[in-house]
Every structure is written in C-alpha cells, then in structure tokens.
C-alpha cells in the first residue's frame, strides 16, 4: 500500500528522530519541555478538574473558559465566535491551515524557524516558501519577504518569541508584517505560545494589528500542559467561522478536562501570576548558567535570549547533523542541529536551556569540543 503522495517529502522531524537516539544516561539539552514541577496549587487545581464533566464540550471549548482566554488577551475579541479552544497549539496552526490553504498556494514560513510550519503547509498541497530571519538579532527581513510574495501566497506564519533562537519580534516588524497581509490579503498566523516566557520585556503581540490577523497560544509551555493539549486561536468572527469548521472534524473538541484545569488556572490571577513570575526567574537562572557554561567551556559569547527557553548558535561544522549526531553518539550529550529548523538553520545548534543546572554544565562540558572544533 503506498502511502498518499503529500507524506513522500514529510520525515518524522529532526528534533524527534534526535531524541529517539537518547538512552537513560544521555543528558538531554534538545527537549522543548518546561523542567518546572508542578507546585501543591497546581496539583490541587489538577485535582479538582478531574472531578468535572468528562462528556463532550461545545467545539469551540467551553464559553467560560473562552471568557477567561479573550480577557488574557486584552478583551477584544467575543468569546462567544473569536475563540476556539484547541488541542494543543499543534492543532490549532493544521486547522488554520486547513480551513484557509488550497493545494497550489504558497505559505510564508520562517527560516530558520520550527519545523512544523513547512510540514503543515506541505500537508495542505500548498508550497512552504521560507523567508528569511537575520542572524544574530532574527529579526525578519521584510525587504526579502515583500520579494517572496506572489499571487499565490496566502499565509504567512510569524513565530515571537521563536522556536529555534529565542528572538522577540519588535513591534514595527509586526505591523508591517499585519500591513502588507491586509493590503495583498494574506492570512497572518501569529504562534505565540512562548508568549510568556520571557525576561527583560514582554513580547508584544500581532492581535489586532490587522483584519487578517490570527494568533495562537496556549499553555504547553507556560505551565507545564505539554501533555495535556491546550491550546486556542483568537480572530475576527469573519475567519472564525470556517477555523471552527476545521477543528470540529479534525479534534471535536480538547480535552475537557485540559479544559477545566486551564479554567482553574486562569481564574486564580494571583497564584496564576505568581507562578508565571516563578517560571520565568527558574527559566532565566538556567539560561544565565548555559550561557556562562558556554563561556567558559567553549569560549562562547552569546547575546541573552530575550523569550522561550532556547540558545542559537553558529557551530565550527558545515553539517550541523553530523556534529550533532556525533556528540550524542561519543559524548551522550543530545543537542538539536540547525538545519532541522531550515536551511538556514545549517551550522547553528539549538540548546535548551529547560533543564536543571547540573545537567546544563555538565552537558556543555562533553559538548564544549565540538564547538571548539578539537
């Protein structure tokens, strides 16, 4: 039995097929997973939920926890036909995707950037077309990126702050990003699921910034749900319409009881901002420590990553996925190359730095020879 054409350029992605090569003594830097445990209020609010409805919630996640998510997000949008509640943002960007995207379209995705954003596109029929970020500061080039556009383009995915560097898109660049989607009438699909994990200043956001605006976020990374699939989308009622059509045939609805924690959660603004504030002093101690790690292992100077919990650095290797491969193989250090998140990617390696101190300089410590090239 063959399988349909549109999987015979899709792989299981790089970061997975890394982490498959880890065994119970390798010292993991690649996963992109909060290392906070839950705290004794968390694990009650985990409690609690558990005792609530377990059949079937509205599509669109319960109007309550809607309420909850549109006052997150400033209170513009109607949670009644703005927010859908999705399983995980995963999700949320494939039924985007599908609801907007027709075989023969191209989609604008970031390069170097996360590796689902090509795969989803490509599962639509459409081309993902990558534009490019400038390294160092990752900001986008919008001069390349006004040269990509075409008749056929119909997204645009914009990431802030970003899986694979941890750059924090600066407001100018992301109104004139919503600027040119309204005038060429481009779907912009903002993933902000790191929106709250950052350090000197809050990233700001693309919502409302234009009619074709769409962002996504959740609650994966902030509060420790990886597996509990909670995500959403906010949009106006207008581009809602068809979102909610898609994710009704792709998941019915997320977990109901994701669902009624992320309501605990949400409804408790003191401990939810105590612990927010927590996860970003934990996050910024461990990122001080890789990045001292790196200085005095490797004589590595890196600028602070402003949001997420990720490192992007140049490498002494043409092939980051040998270097990469190497190190987990010799050295039991498992690191992600960066040509797993695009071409432009190759001779960067993404750490992460959501890991306890020991294992960082430790890590860094086996990892420092590949990246002194001895």
């Known amino acids: 039995m063959r399988p349909a054409s549109r999987f015979t350029s899709i792989d299981i992605s790089l970061i997975r097929q890394m982490n498959a090569m880890a065994k119970p003594s390798t010292l993991n830097l690649g996963i992109g997973e909060p290392n906070i445990p839950p705290d004794a209020e968390l694990l009650a609010m985990a409690r609690a939920a558990a005792e609530g409805d377990w059949h079937y919630s509205p599509n669109a996640g319960y109007v309550s926890l809607r309420r909850l998510i549109a006052a997150r997000h400033g209170g513009a949008h109607d949670p009644e036909n703005e927010v859908c509640v999705t399983a995980g943002t995963m999700e949320a960007l494939y039924a985007i995707a599908q609801g907007f995207v027709d075989p023969g379209d191209e989609v604008l995705v970031p390069d170097p950037g996360f590796l689902a954003y090509p795969a989803i596109a490509t599962l639509t029929g459409a081309t993902p077309v990558p534009y490019p970020l400038v390294p160092g500061s990752w900001d986008v080039d919008l001069a390349a990126l006004h040269r990509l556009v075409t008749p056929k383009t119909k997204m645009l995915v914009v990431n802030t702050p970003s899986n694979p560097t941890g750059a924090i898109l600066p407001e100018p660049t992301l109104r004139a990003i919503a600027a040119l989607c309204d005038e060429r009438d481009i779907l912009a699909v ?54 909610y059509k898609s994710h009704q045939y792709i998941a019915t609805c997320a977990s109901v009881f994701a669902q009624h924690l992320a309501e605990k959660i949400l409804s408790d603004g003191t401990w939810n901002a105590g612990w927010l504030d927590g996860m970003r002093a934990q996050f910024a101690t461990q990122r001080d420590a890789l990045l001292a790690a790196l200085r005095r292992e490797a004589g590595l100077e890196l600028a602070p990553p402003e949001g997420a919990f990720y490192a992007f650095f140049r490498v002494p290797a043409e092939d980051s996925l040998a270097l990469a491969t190497k190190a987990a193989a010799e050295s039991d250090v498992l690191v992600i190359p960066g040509i797993a998140f695009g071409d432009r990617g190759e001779g960067w390696l993404r750490v992460s730095y959501a890991s306890d101190i020991a294992t960082i300089d430790d890590g860094i410590r086996r990892l420092a020879p590949y990246l002194r090239g001895s």
């Open 190 to 243: 903002s993933d902000e699921v790191y929106s709250e994990v950052f350090y000197a200043h809050r990233p700001p956001s693309m919502l409302g910034m234009g009619r074709n605006v769409v962002v996504v976020d959740g609650m994966s990374k902030s509060h420790v749900m990886t597996g509990l699939r909670m995500g959403w989308i906010l949009a106006r009622a207008e581009l809602m319409a068809t979102i």
